[in-house]
């Protein structure tokens, strides 16, 4: 089972840690859930992204979504 709810849009770190994870992520989010019976997505956007995919579980979310943590801007 593949467990695709962690995208970072930053990463901590230097030059190369910073590199690692982004050739991490792409691999996972790209081919990683080819090779897994199942997939679990936690929001509309990846379940589109998945949507060829077979059994595949959307949770919904488990925290209060109108917090104002979950509506922060960045820069």
Same mark, same amino acid.
């Given at each position: 089972? #593949? ?41 509309? *956007? *990846?379940?589109?992204? #998945? ?25």
């Amino acid at each position: 089972m #593949y467990d695709c709810t962690e995208w970072t849009a930053f990463t901590d770190g230097g030059l190369p840690q910073r590199l690692f994870k982004k050739l991490d992520e792409f691999f996972v989010r790209n081919f990683l859930h080819k090779l897994c019976d199942n997939i679990i997505v936690i929001s509309s *956007m *990846m379940q589109e992204k #998945y949507r060829k995919c077979k059994n595949m579980i959307l949770l919904p979310p488990l925290v209060d979504t109108q917090d104002d943590i979950w509506h922060q801007r960045t820069g």
